[in-house]
């Protein structure tokens, strides 16, 4: 079992700056991907980032939604069992509730189905 909570949601301007954290329990973090989405009020939930395991062939390789690309960045800290969100240039359109997940690692890491663990999500939300 893994146990995710995120953290550093909040509310910003447009053309600001957030980072959010997720931070997960147990001592196989390292073997799991770990993906974010996010959902807005009545929109079907989708993918931003995603960031392949430490034992990975591609060994961290990190994917981006097209509308995120240039402006998030995903990173792991494998010693401190979290990975982030690092998110510039924010837009009104981010507005939303991001979750991060954590899987083991596929093809498909912009499809939710591929992860088995999800935390309860933070809001984020940018002004104009």
């Known amino acids: 079992q893994v146990q995710l909570v995120e953290s550093g949601g909040g509310l910003v301007q447009a053309g600001g700056s957030l980072r959010l954290s997720c931070a997960a329990s147990g001592r196989t973090f390292s073997s799991y991907a770990m993906g974010w989405f996010r959902q807005a009020p009545g929109k079907e939930r989708e993918f931003v980032a995603a960031?392949?395991?430490?034992?990975?062939?591609?060994?961290?390789?990190?994917y981006y939604a097209d509308s995120v690309k240039g402006r998030f960045t995903i990173s792991r800290d494998n010693a401190k069992n979290t990975v982030y969100l690092q998110m510039s240039s924010l837009k009104p359109e981010d507005t939303a509730v991001y979750y991060c997940?954590?899987?083991?690692?596929?093809?498909?890491?912009?499809?939710?189905?591929?992860?088995?663990?999800w935390g309860q999500g933070t809001q984020v939300t940018v002004s104009s």
């Open positions: 960031i392949s395991s430490a034992i990975s062939w591609s060994g961290g390789n990190t």
């Open positions: 997940a954590a899987g083991y690692d596929s093809s498909w890491y912009w499809i939710g189905d591929q992860y088995d663990y």
